[in-house]
Each structure stands twice: as C-alpha cells, then as structure tokens.
C-alpha cells in the first residue's frame, strides 16, 4: 500500500534551517508528482512546494519563495523540503502528499515549529 512517511521536523529559531524528508513506497516514485503541504493552528491546509517526476520543474508559494527548496532522489524514492531563513510564521505541521487517480496519499506529518 501506499505509504509516504516524514521525518527531520522540530523546534528551530527563528533564522534557522531544517531539512525535512519523506521517504515513500507502494508507488512507482518516479512517475509522479510530489508536494509539500502545511497546516498551522487554526489555518486551512496550503501547498508549500511542488516538484515534478524529473525534478525539472519546481513551484512554490510566495510565502516561501527563495527560503524553501523541494527537491527529490528518485533512486532513493525520497523527496526533501530544505527550509532556510525560518521565521515564527512557517510553525506548522508539515505533510508530504501526492495524488493520482482522483485519489489523494498524504503521511502522518512532521511537526515544525520556530520560536525563540
């Protein structure tokens, strides 16, 4: 079965860096587009960062843009959300997703949260 399961989330200053990694199987990885969502407290859902099967193509919010980097090892069926200058803002749990099929797959999550 599909499993998609996070990990590398925790407590960061502000200013910080984390490296967050969602290791999936049950799928051939390669063929499919895969996201990075969050949700914080009392917020909807929102897709942070979104890369193709290749990796050619990247696509994130303006929240993030040029702090975030999505990017992915399809040998190691492994995709990765490098987070840089972090701000209280981005406290959030963050959950890997893809979808196909009229179906969505999401992990358990991994808690981020940045403070001081």
């Known amino acids: 079965q599909v499993q998609l399961v996070e990990s590398g989330g925790g407590l960061v200053q502000p200013g910080g860096s984390l490296r967050l990694s969602c290791a999936a199987s049950g799928f051939t990885f390669s063929t499919k587009i895969m996201n990075w969502y969050r949700q914080a407290p009392g917020k909807e859902r929102e897709l942070v960062a979104q890369?193709?099967?290749?990796?050619?193509?990247?696509n994130y919010a303006d929240s993030v843009k040029g702090r975030f980097t999505i990017s992915r090892d399809n040998a190691k069926n492994t995709v990765y959300l490098q987070m840089n200058s972090l701000k209280p803002e981005d406290t959030a749990v963050y959950y890997c997703?893809?979808?196909?099929?009229?179906?969505?797959?999401w992990g358990q999550g991994t808690q981020v949260t940045v403070s001081s």
């Open positions: 997703n893809s979808q196909w099929n009229w179906a969505d797959y």
């Open positions: 890369i193709t099967s290749t990796g050619g193509s990247t």
